[in-house]
């Protein structure tokens, strides 16, 4: 009876309802007991081979396991993947409905029950720390994300700066090694308008490079010469002394968050925005990591690149060159890219190729061949680090199978997997229980402060069929 309601109303697989009902083990952080007293994750099997890797899903890789939550986990994720349901908590959340009386805390607690409860490691940094350590009991790490986004002025940045600098404190109060990561988006910690303008300054640079910037820090290389440049179409002015001032807090926020994580030892992870922002985005985010190398290899700061951006590959190889060339050790998360369709939609009503693959088989190609490229220079001794942060199983197998093939240390933590906290529990699993390092990404705080990454996740999941199969 379950199995029938679970294949008719998530329209999974009889295979997948008899998995469901039959399972013995819950999504992961949720269901591990409070009580259990923290511990290392277990050893990596020693038998795992390659093919073992090829084949998550029919790996023994769950364990024990309470039904009920992974009913609960299917009908959110489930839920998110149905378009209509998903347009239309998509409208209500941004819509000025939120404004009326009475609905706002009504659809504030029915997210809290469902979505927040699903893709959300808690409310507080208390909250995320029990997650973490639930989580580290199945054998798992956590990258803390504290999930505010954007920032208008200095007050709000340096409160955001005060709440990242608490996630990372708290990331030290943690069983060792627990956290792979603390995460920081640069928009929370530097005025979006000022990152808009420093943008389209260093654009205006790479176009014309006799045009000086006697603001620009020692960075690595942000452009390359595929790089999409049409967001800049005129001369900008010069910033103002004012605009100097704030982008030197910016550089200094930044910074001090580099030193805490080095007295922590835990390295910093940037995230990605959309082109018209990444640019500044980058340029703050090297010349952090220039300005605060880690010791004997270790890196401190990971920037993010999204292979969805048809100049991915070159702008990836130039940095990773340049950041070998200066001695520096630095970290590249890659990511897909979550801003198709903004990306696709500004391109469009300027009249100008998008900077976005045209098919999601070149974005497909396009991010194995940078994991290619990562994993060949750290099995030659560069020092780069990677996250590769990604549900797509045919990627992940792919990197496993040839990081193993390479001989590159599983354990250690110059390769790291990496899937969002609530997805592809499977595939986080597989990998583990074949010896890698994996983490989940954790985004936590307040429901309203996390609703724009709520509304991503959306978006993301949004009409996939397949999306259960992530889960298991
Ligand atoms: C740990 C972690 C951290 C993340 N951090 C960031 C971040 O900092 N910035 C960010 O932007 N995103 C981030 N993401 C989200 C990520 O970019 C993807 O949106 C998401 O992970 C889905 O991609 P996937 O690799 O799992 O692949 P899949 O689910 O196999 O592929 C879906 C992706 O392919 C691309 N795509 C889909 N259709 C097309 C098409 N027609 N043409 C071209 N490309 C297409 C899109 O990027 C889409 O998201 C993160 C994801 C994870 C797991």
Known sequence: MANRLLVKTLKISPAAARRLSSATTPPIAAVLP????????????????????????????????????????????????????ADLGSWLMRSRMMDVPGIRPAVVAAVRRTFFRQFCAGESVEEAALSV?????????????????????????????????????????????????????????????????????????????????????????????????????????????????????????????????????????????????????????????LASPGKDGKVVLYGTIQAYLKDARERLRLACGAAEEAGVAVGFKLVRGAYMSSERMLARSLGVPSPVHDSIQDTHDCYNDCVNMLLDKIAAGSSSHLVLATHNLQSGKLAAVKAQELGIRKDGEQLQFAQLYGMSDALSLGLKTAGFNVSKYMTFGPVEKVIPYLLRRAEENRGRDDLLCYLY
């Not at 007293?37 to 038998?47: A, G, I, L, W």
């Not at 890789?61 to 986990?73: E, G, K, M, N, Q």
């Not at 640079?205 to 179409?233: C, G, M, N, V, Y």
């Open 34 to 85: 409070d009580s259990t007293p923290p511990q290392s994750p277990p050893p990596p099997s020693s038998s795992a081979t390659a093919a073992a890797l090829l084949d998550f899903r029919n790996s023994n890789i769950f364990s024990p396991v309470a039904t009920s939550d992974l009913i609960r986990s299917s009908i959110n994720l489930g839920l998110s993947a149905i378009e209509p349901v």
């Open 133 to 289: 350590e639930r989580l580290w009991r199945s054998g798992l790490r956590g990258m803390l994300s504290y999930g505010v986004e954007h920032a208008d002025d200095n007050e709000s940045c340096d409160r955001n700066f005060l709440s990242f600098l608490r996630t990372i404190r708290s990331a030290s109060s943690l069983p060792p090694s627990s956290v792979s990561s603390v995460v920081v988006k640069i928009t929370a910690i530097c005025r979006i308008s000022l990152l808009r303008r420093v943008s389209d300054l260093l654009r205006w640079e790479h176009k014309d490079p006799s045009f000086k910037l006697p603001w620009k820090r020692r960075t690595l290389p942000i452009f390359a010469s595929s790089s999409p440049l049409h967001h800049t179409p005129t001369r900008p002015d010069p910033l103002t002394p004012d605009e100097e001032l704030d982008l030197e807090f910016g550089h200094r926020r930044l910074e001090s968050l580099c030193h805490a994580c080095l007295q922590a030892d835990v390295p910093l992870i940037i995230d990605a925005e959309d082109t018209s922002l990444q640019p500044s985005i980058d340029y703050l985010s090297y010349s952090a990591a």
